[in-house]
């Protein structure tokens, strides 16, 4: 069990350019969480799969961010034309519902840290 | 909406001692509470979760209480050691939601 691997750690990308992350979750866990950080705050939910369904989406997520998990493993999250106000340190997360029912205990990476200038 | 605050921002104590972050939550309907602690360039570390049904839970140096009746959460942190020096976050989750919502955080410091 090697843990949450994100990747890039860092990016810097010129506003209007779209910028892909990778997150691949601890083997076994089908579920992967994705939460987006900005300094001084607690992580806000963006989204979330179960296998390769995304189950739910924030209503606080733009049409510019799309996310996809489609062997239900790794997952990548996408925001198209970025703008300054998308830097932040993206998160993602993974837990098991197998272990126990209703497993909420969410094991994070350490994120990607997105800056747009 | 739902939200998950912390009293306090910024917690300094001294090596040795006891520390207590406190949480306030807003959605009575949570069943679900968890304490991540976030070193700086890391992603949250879970350090302890509880139940609704349960008031209080141990780990090792570390105890959360619930008070379900004013919606409060607190982290105590025995014999606070320089390594335990992060921000500290509280988080809930709804009694239908799969998501955990966060507060904003409690930075810890210590001093030796």
């Known amino acids: 069990d090697t843990g949450v691997s994100q990747d890039p750690r860092h990016k810097i990308t010129k506003r209007g350019q779209n910028v892909t992350f990778r997150c691949d979750p601890i083997?076994?866990?089908?579920?992967l969480y994705w939460y987006r950080q900005t300094l001084g705050q607690g992580p806000e939910f963006l989204t979330y799969?179960?296998?390769?369904?995304?189950?739910?989406k924030s209503r606080l997520l733009s049409d510019r961010f799309s996310a996809e998990r489609p062997k239900g493993s790794f997952s990548t999250l996408e925001i198209q034309r970025t703008e300054q106000g998308d830097s932040a340190m993206y998160l993602c997360?993974?837990?098991?519902?197998?272990?126990?029912?209703?497993?909420?205990?969410?094991?994070f990476g350490s994120g990607t840290q997105l800056s747009v200038l | 909406g739902e939200s998950v605050g912390l009293h306090l921002p910024t917690l300094s104590v001294q090596e040795g001692d006891n520390s207590i972050i406190n949480c306030a939550y807003s959605?009575?309907?949570?069943?679900?509470f968890i304490w991540y602690k976030q070193e700086s360039g890391k992603g949250p570390q879970f350090i302890i979760d509880i139940r609704s049904n349960m008031d209080k839970r141990q780990g090792q140096r570390v105890t959360v209480l619930l008070n379900k009746t004013v919606k409060h959460l607190s982290l105590q942190i025995a014999a606070t050691q320089p390594g335990d020096s992060a921000v500290y976050f509280c988080?809930?989750?709804?009694?239908?939601?799969?998501?955990?919502?966060f507060g904003a955080g409690t930075i810890l410091r210590v001093k030796s």
């Open positions: 799969f179960q296998n390769e369904a995304q189950l739910e």
């Open positions: 083997s076994e866990h089908n579920r």
């Open positions: 959605n009575s309907a949570s069943d679900y």
């Open positions: 997360a993974s837990s098991s519902t197998f272990v126990r029912k209703f497993n909420e205990k969410l094991f």
């Open positions: 988080a809930s989750r709804g009694e239908y939601g799969n998501k955990l919502v």
